[in-house]
Antibody
Framework: QVQLQQSGPGLVKPSQTLSLTCDIS??????????WNWIRQSPSRGLEWLGR?????????EYAVSVKSRITMNPDTSKNQFSLQLKSVTPEDTAVYYC????????????WGQGTLVTVSS | SYVLTQPPSVSVAPGQTARITCGGN??????VHWYQQKPGQAPVLVVY???DRPSGIPERFSGSNSGNTATLTISRVEAGDEADYYC??????????FGGGTKLTVL
């Protein structure tokens, strides 16, 4: 059974960088049969897919157009985790952030982290 | 960008059938997935690829997709089914897209 455990601060100041980590158990971040995603949810934007990282002989990252200029996702094979960094945040980035797993060649998310409420405020 | 439209709310009495729609341009040509989200919890996949159920999801949950509308049907609704439900697709121009969500109220 795959489990995803998120960690990171719940409060970030405007213009700073939001950083979250997702620890994976029951699977490997280097798996050739999974992709590792970040999704956020806010009342104003609903559920919004942010990006994914995955390994297919080499590492790939794909990001949503809405955040492409500000987002970085990185895998850490030594810790079996992956991370999200979103720079230059504004109050509009306030949301519950989820990490999620999708199986290869599918576009649905079958495992989710518990969610982290991140508030952008001074 | 691709848009999925859901009714904000659906109400149904216990034991009856709830139908939640998800409208999108030619959605019948895409695979639609459905999630259930209860307050304070992460979404849970209840139907994928239009009609399939993950293991552990009751047979009361079923899906269909044709034309411009996908539908999640919940038969013999129980109080525990009260939640928000979201549809989701992949679109080549919009990445992974979610509907706005439907709040299911069990009367």
């Amino acid at each position: 059974q795959v489990q995803l455990q998120q960690s990171g601060p719940g409060l970030v100041k405007p213009s700073q960088t939001l950083s979250l980590t997702c620890d994976i158990s029951g699977d490997s971040v280097s798996s050739n049969s999974a992709t590792w995603n970040w999704i956020r949810q806010s009342p104003s934007r609903g559920l919004e897919w942010l990006g994914r990282t995955y390994y297919r002989s080499k590492w790939f990252n794909e990001y949503a157009v809405s955040v492409k200029s500000r987002i970085t996702m990185n895998p850490d094979t030594s810790k079996n985790q992956f991370s999200l960094q979103l720079k230059s945040v504004t109050p509009e980035d306030t949301a519950v952030y989820y990490c999620a797993r999708a199986a290869v060649t599918t576009h649905y998310f079958n495992y989710w982290g518990q969610g982290t409420l991140v508030t952008v405020s001074s | 960008s691709y848009v999925l439209t859901q009714p904000p709310s659906v109400s149904v009495a216990p034991g009856q059938t709830a139908r939640i729609t998800c409208g999108g341009n030619n959605s019948g040509s895409k695979s639609v997935h459905w999630y259930q989200q209860k307050p304070g919890q992460a979404p849970v996949l209840v139907v994928y690829d239009d009609t399939d159920r993950p293991s552990g999801i009751p047979e009361r949950f079923s899906g269909s997709n044709s034309g411009n509308t996908a539908t999640l049907t919940i038969s013999r609704v129980e109080a525990g089914d009260e939640a928000d439900y979201y549809c989701q697709v992949w679109d080549s121009s919009s990445d992974r897209v979610f509907g706005g969500g439907t709040k299911l109220t069990v009367l």
